[in-house]
């Protein structure tokens, strides 16, 4: 059976294939009168064929894995439990929360990646065929795909061509365009291009143009909302990250289950005794911690340039060597990193070139509902997530705090606003300093836990307050407002 993503990307690619050879018949023949009135058929075309009675509907718009954006995923899922019918369009690949998938007011459209171009082509060739297709994906599915939506909302970043194609859809059929910035995209593109880059340059600008012609905007952090206010022009409302209920600390019924599933890919969880795993063993009387079991630290990350693990792998080599140093009882270390991304390859192959004894690392990836149950497990979170533009906040030590978790993670600019030094985790600069907070965290681990038991109770009040709660006195209102109009 031909699935929808199948018949709009084939829709897509004739459609933005004709109006190419269109756009290049009507300018060779002087003719650009002929390419507008081709797009305007095309445009009242798709209004007809979609016009329905307006109902209570939201379009959510990821340009990415819808199963790798928990956020969005969260705001569909507060969509729905405020009766609105919601239409999930993004990337497939990431399964995601079995709410999303069970829940039925959401429906999802996964999309295709558009096709690769060869290789030997220059990259702004790759970009720019990247840009069309999506743009006439994204096109196709709004007019066609979906019943018209009184809201469209969508995540920045990537901005291009999302905002530019929901802005136009969103004139022509009436909508409402609310942006939740996470970031900005020409930030995160001058990562890999330089800041001065023509594209970077470009991005920035479309950012700021697209950006003020949206109808309400929410953002992560009350930086990013000054930020945007004050250099961009846009009033945004701030909208916090925050854990749903599954992040919680996990039991040891639990936490032994999850290790015996994990020790099967990544011995490091397992043991070689019976009913035992190298933290947890289940007894006559129930599951009990190892009393020499190692510390579970854990960090996730979708390994791309703002974050250097470098700096991690340098502060576990010094702690190896404080471990065979033997000036301090150290425990030994797993250390689990989840996720993917483009540098993950890279890092593994760095990793393979270590030889610890004291210090094992391993990259799994878990599946959405075995995530919040790591974090529970664990003793300590790592957060390496720098941000490209200083302005947003690492959603990994929401979910963390959400769990008890505590952590320790790298300074940058707006950090304050979730991470308290000395309070709920603490802040590092380099890796000599993650280093000497390793040592001083788990000295005499497991039996003295002072100071990570101190952070965890100064967790709980974070941990009271959650996303629904947030969403509703930050998000609704909004939503009410611009459903009204």
């Known amino acids: 059976m031909v699935s929808m993503a199948e018949v709009v990307e084939t829709v897509a690619i004739f459609i933005a294939g004709a109006l190419a050879a269109a756009a290049v018949f009507a300018i060779d023949q002087g003719g650009m009168y002929l390419l507008l009135a081709l797009l305007a058929v095309f445009l009242v075309v798709c209004m007809a064929i979609r016009w329905p009675a307006m109902e209570k509907r939201v379009c959510l718009l990821v340009l990415g894995d819808i199963g790798r954006s928990p956020r969005m995923q969260y705001h569909a899922l507060s969509f729905a439990k405020h009766g609105y019918h919601v239409d999930l369009i993004g990337y497939g690949g990431s399964k995601p929360h079995d709410e999303i998938v069970q829940n039925e007011k959401i429906v999802m459209h996964p999309m295709h990646e558009p096709p690769s171009l060869p290789a030997f082509l220059p990259r702004i060739f790759h970009y720019a065929s990247k840009v069309v297709l999506q743009a006439a994906m994204l096109t196709v599915y709004l007019m066609l795909g979906i019943p018209r939506a009184k809201i469209i909302m969508l995540q920045n970043p990537p901005a291009i061509p999302s905002i530019a194609v929901a802005w136009l859809i969103g004139l022509l059929r009436g909508s409402h365009i609310v942006i939740d910035w996470h970031n900005y995209g020409y930030s995160i593109l001058s990562l890999s291009l330089g800041a001065r880059h023509i594209l970077v340059k470009f991005s920035k600008w479309y950012e700021k143009m697209f950006g003020r012609l949206s109808s309400a905007n929410i953002c992560v952090t009350n930086a990013m909302r000054e930020d945007l206010e004050k250099n961009w022009g846009i009033v945004a409302h701030t909208m916090y990250d925050r854990p749903p209920l599954i992040f919680q600390e996990t039991d040891l019924d639990k936490q032994h289950d999850l290790f015996l599933r994990l020790s099967g890919e990544h011995p490091v969880f397992g043991s070689d005794q019976p009913n035992q795993t190298a933290f947890t063993e289940s007894t006559s009387n129930g599951v009990k911690s190892q009393p020499d079991r190692p510390a579970l630290l854990v960090s996730s990350t979708s390994w791309t340039e703002d974050e250097d693990f470098s700096i991690l792998l340098t502060a576990l080599e010094k702690y190896e060597k404080a471990c065979v140093a033997k000036e301090t009882h150290l425990p030994n270390v797993v250390c689990a990193i989840t996720g993917k991304g483009p540098m993950k390859e890279h890092y593994k192959s760095v990793i393979a070139t270590k030889h610890f004894k004291h210090v094992h690392i391993c990259t799994p990836w878990l599946v959405a509902e075995d995530y919040p149950r790591l974090l529970g497990s664990a003793d300590l979170g790592i957060c390496l997530h720098t941000s490209s533009s200083g302005l947003d906040l690492p959603m990994k030590v929401v979910d963390m705090f959400g769990c008890g978790l505590p952590v320790c993670a790298i300074h940058f600019n707006c950090l304050h606003e979730l991470v308290k030094h000395e309070e709920n985790g603490l802040v ?56 009204a109009q």
């Open 428 to 483: 590092f600069h380099h890796e000599n300093e993650l280093a000497e907070q390793l040592q001083d965290l788990l000295s005499d681990f497991p039996s003295n836990q002072k100071r990570l038991q101190s952070f965890r109770e100064n967790l709980q009040s974070f941990q009271r307050l959650r996303w629904d709660e947030c969403w509703n006195q930050s998000v609704l209102p909004i939503v009410e407002k611009l459903s």
